[in-house]
């Protein structure tokens, strides 16, 4: 069963079902407001909601899984298409989010005057904070530079969003799964990129409501961005037949027979994808809800119980062909491509990765690096979430050999085959070399020459403290001059860092580069 049952009914709890929290609903956003998921209060508030919504069913085994929300307003077009850059540049200029938003923009821009260029406004901004001048549908003079700023910014909020969401369900539920949002529709275009990506990371599989006919080229756009299982979390037609206001939302068809084929062409088209595991009907009786005008012939029984037998022997006859159908789908599935040629990749991705028709930029297979996935990855791999147990020879914990007595094999801790850093400045300076701080790392014993190093790790930004990834030719110590170069975070910034580095001797600073995600909400590639 999906949502929006009759949760009071004694046969309620009897069937397998899938529960709506409305996190982020009930803790402000009901009528499309955007939040501030930045602003520690509201993640309060959603953490509550979610300890209420499961913590009474969480052992309940007919629970499958949960979503987050309903519909929330992500910046598309039947939501009024003003994206979600646009509303946290809105926000007062002491909220969480719109420093956010500001920190995101001066990162890519060193000027107003270079983002109203590049984004090909008609009116030139004249500071930053006129950004909430800029119109919230795009001009004439749209650009694909703006569609990907606004499209990286939605991954960053809804990272943050679907963070909160996940870790509040599964601080509840040991098992049920994380459904996403029930996201409305599938909105394929680059500005929505950042959406998709971002529930990724975080949810077990990807929910949408979907009411139109169903179209590989969507369906196969949100899977080959998440790589996730796809549900169906609501889709209907109703009929005029009935003599029931039209009301909102839904399609409108003549009759009954007009809806029992329409719902068996989409059964069968939406079920051969292999990526597909489920689809819900909304709704089992029709709507009376005449307070959001949802008044409306959507059910497969009307409010008298008496069925409409024409659309539920439609139900009844390709619901039983559903796993032979998908069966078919999944070893000879009737489909385009997966890899669409619409925007080339540099190099065609080197045979080597698959290219993102949307952006133009390759998703290299695994072993392989660069923008056209020519670089051979196969030198150094340390990874600190697998086995970092130093073996003779290869790793080293006690950094001394740089020459700074503040890293000590004491603050270099391996446990369960993770490296963790200790800081803890207890006991300085007489403990860590005079200094008034105190440091840790991991070095390898033996030189590997030039090639790809990649560098698996959950980075810590601490007020004051510094997060450092270094490549260098060798050891610096009395003043022997090497060549370095060093990825830097530095402070609390989640989202960047700096390239810096050494050119026999000489330093340099390369640039700052920010990262379309949070560097401490998991383990990252960092090559």
């Known amino acids: 069963m999906g949502p929006f049952g009759d949760s009071s009914s004694t046969l309620y709890p009897l069937f397998p079902r ?14 499309y407001k955007v939040l501030d998921f930045f602003d520690p209060s509201v993640a309060a508030k959603m953490k509550s909601v979610a300890v209420s919504g499961v913590a009474y069913q969480a052992t309940d085994s007919k629970v499958i899984g949960y979503w987050s929300d309903n519909e929330l307003n992500w910046g598309l077009g039947w939501q009024g298409g003003r994206s979600i850059l646009s509303h946290y540049m809105s926000f007062p200029v002491s909220a969480p989010g719109y420093m956010t938003a500001l920190n995101f923009l001066q990162s890519r821009y060193t000027t107003p005057a270079a983002l109203s260029v590049a984004w090909g406004l008609i009116t030139p901004l004249t500071s930053f904070s006129s950004f909430v001048s800029v119109p919230w549908t795009p001009t004439s003079q749209d650009t694909l530079k703006r569609q990907q700023d606004e499209s990286d910014f939605l991954f ?42 971002a529930a990724a990371l975080y949810c077990d599989a990807i929910s949408f409501n979907y009411y139109q006919n169903p179209s590989m080229l969507e369906v196969n756009w949100a899977h080959n961005l998440t790589g996730l299982p796809l549900l169906i979390s609501e889709f209907s037609w109703r009929g005029a037949d009935i003599g029931l206001p039209y009301g909102n939302g839904g399609v409108i068809v003549p009759t009954q027979t007009d809806r029992a084929t329409r719902f068996g062409q989409y059964v069968m088209n939406i079920t051969r994808h292999p990526a597909v595991i489920g689809y819900i009907w909304f709704q089992y009786i029709d709507d009376i809800d005449v307070d959001v005008g949802e008044n409306g012939n959507y059910g497969c029984v009307n409010i008298t119980n008496q069925e409409y ?12 062909l559903v796993d032979s159908n998908h069966r078919v789908g999944a070893t000879n599935p009737v489909l385009p491509p997966l890899c669409l040629a619409t925007r080339p990749c540099p190099g065609n991705c080197s045979g080597h990765g698959c290219c993102n028709t949307e952006t133009g930029k390759c998703k290299c297979a695994s072993g392989w690096t660069s923008a056209s996935c020519a670089t051979n990855n196969t030198v150094l791999s340390l990874d600190f979430t697998n086995n970092v147990d130093p073996p003779p020879n290869t790793f080293k914990l006690n950094n001394d050999v740089w020459g700074l007595a503040t890293f000590a094999s004491k603050n270099t801790i391996v446990t369960g085959g993770a490296l963790r850093i200790a800081i803890n400045n207890a006991g300085c300076p007489a403990d860590c070399g005079g200094k008034l701080y105190s440091a840790g790392g ?15 790790a959950k980075v810590f930004v601490l007020p004051n403290a510094m997060f450092q990834i270094h490549t260098l030719t060798g050891a610096w110590e009395g003043g022997n001059p090497n060549d370095q170069i060093m990825w830097q975070f530095t402070g609390t910034d ?11 001797g000489v330093f340099f600073n390369v640039a700052r580069v920010t990262l379309p995600y949070d560097v401490t909400a998991a383990y990252h590639d960092f090559k």
Not at 309 to 320: D, I, Q
Not at 442 to 456: E, F, H, I, K, P
């Open 442 to 456: 991991l070095s390898t014993n033996v030189n590997y020459g030039y090639g790809t190093a990649t560098v698996r």
């Open 494 to 504: 989640k989202f960047s860092f700096d390239i810096r580095g050494y050119a026999n």
């Open 18 to 31: 899938f529960e709506l929290l409305q996190l982020a609903i009930k803790s402000g956003a009901a009528n």
């Open 156 to 197: 960053i909020v809804a990272s943050e969003y679907y963070r909160i969401s996940r870790d509040a369900i599964k601080s509840q539920s040991s098992y049920g799964l994380f459904l996403c949002d029930r996201i409305g529709g599938i909105p394929r275009s680059v500005r929505m990129t950042g959406l998709f990506q």
């Open 309 to 320: 037998t024409v659309l539920t022997t439609s139900m009844r006859t390709h619901n039983a």
